[in-house]
């Protein structure tokens, strides 16, 4: 049984938790694998600074550092932000899937030009770093929000009624205005709008959370981790530092 | 129980295709006319493009939940996507972005007839600033053992410590060259083929597949036509 390690950006309960594995219903997996996700320690409010991506780096380091000790044969990091994913590949040997790189590249197998549908457009940063990363902003028709404030602990329950048709309405003006080929759902804490807007878009819609477990599970298959050229060890992991920071976080 | 048609090229192609999919996917591999085999020149890749159309524009009403196109060339993609809905996962297209997945910047290691299709693929896809290098190695395409594995050692190598690849994408079908080349390397080496069939199935998984606003429909859908052509051809013979 191969098992994965599906970093949560945020320390939550139990019961937001839930939220964040209902992903797995939403896509079909083989069988052989298994997913177990687990919150940060360390983390800002949300990702809309500077100073929040620093935090994020650092929790979702702390959170993964030990993946392959642990048994692990892949970590898939839920937030399209990629925190922590480069910091991570430079630490260990087993791929790690970072939703939002992932999310763009499929996309691109998918059609021309994709678009990000975000809630609002505090996260608009988040997309524009990879995009400066992977040297695809040519790709990329827009990066389009529906000027909703998101929740990332209850994600969008009983809001649906009001989110659902403001996020479509947005997409279709990423695909009649901007010609977007392909909608990139712009947070994994978007999921449970991923249905509705598939059933109403004359495009693909990539819910990038699922994305990344079906690529945990080409990589461990295929063998293909990333590439230690691309991603240089560092020469001592400060393992036991971010030990103490982690405890020191989870104490406050 | 997802079905999966490979087409490949007459020729060449691995033996173990099916090693790396769910246990319930079923693949069947399709060879290309041999009457329009060829990769080398621009009227070669035309007719491949017919061959790959006829090889797969009845995926659907003969069931295949999605198609793998398993040469590097990707011959025949973008006709096959303007007449199917099923997911169709050209090998070339991934391999180069899965490339950027694991790296950022890749080469492409090329058998020497396939040098000038790879090189104007990496510039079709917009590919360039990411593309560390094409370089080609003389085997025959499928050859693997002796001096072509040399061969393409030798270049693949140059890719990575003098061009600054990080990831290698082979564009070749050969058995397990991909695997005997990483074992001697410091980076990733991409198998495509294998790499379409985990794609296809992922996009499956996931109730995905390509934009039709890409690839729009033909207004006049042709099969029996592309079919009659394809079946003149295989009448006069291989060239």
Known sequence: MARVLVIVPFPMDAENLEKRKAQLRSVKLGEGIDFEFRPVRIAPANYVSQQDAVLADIGILEAGIAAQEEGFDAVCIDTVSDSGMSALRSVLDIPVIGAGRHAMLAALMLGEKFSILAMWDRWRHLYTKTLAELGLAHKCASLRSAGLQPNNQSLLAGKEDEFFPALHKAAMRCIEEDGADVIILGSTTMHEAHAYLAERLPVPIINPGPLTYRLADAAIKLKLSHSRVAYPAPQAPALTQLRAMGERAAAI | ?239
């Open chain 2, 1 to 239: 129980m997802p079905r999966l048609l490979m087409i490949l090229a007459v020729g060449g192609g691995p033996a173990d295709l099916g090693s790396a999919v769910d246990s319930d996917a079923i693949v069947t591999i399709r060879r290309t006319d041999a009457a329009l085999a060829g990769f080398a020149s621009a009227h070669d890749w035309t007719l491949a493009d017919l061959a790959v159309l006829a090889a797969g524009q009845g995926a659907e009403s003969e069931g295949f939940d999605a198609v793998c196109l398993g040469d590097f060339g990707d011959y025949g993609a973008g006709a096959l996507r303007s007449v199917l809905r099923v997911p169709v996962v050209a090998a070339g297209r991934s391999a180069m972005l899965h490339a950027l997945t694991l790296g950022s910047r890749f080469s492409v290691l090329v058998p020497a007839a396939g040098y000038t299709r790879a090189k104007k693929l990496v510039t079709e896809y917009g590919l360039a600033a990411q593309c560390a290098s094409v370089r080609a190695f003389p085997a025959a395409e499928g050859e693997q053992s002796g001096p072509a594995f040399a061969a393409a050692l030798t270049a693949a190598k140059a890719c990575v410590e003098e061009d600054g690849a990080d990831v290698l994408c082979l564009a070749s079908t050969g058995d397990d060259l991909a695997a005997q080349l990483a074992a001697e390397l410091p980076v990733p080496v991409i198998d495509p083929a294998r790499l379409t069939l985990k794609l296809a199935e992922s996009f499956l998984g996931l109730g995905l597949s390509q934009s039709r606003r890409s690839w729009p429909e033909p207004q006049v859908r042709k099969p029996e036509l592309v079919e009659a052509l394809v079946a003149a051809a295989r009448r006069v013979g291989a060239r």
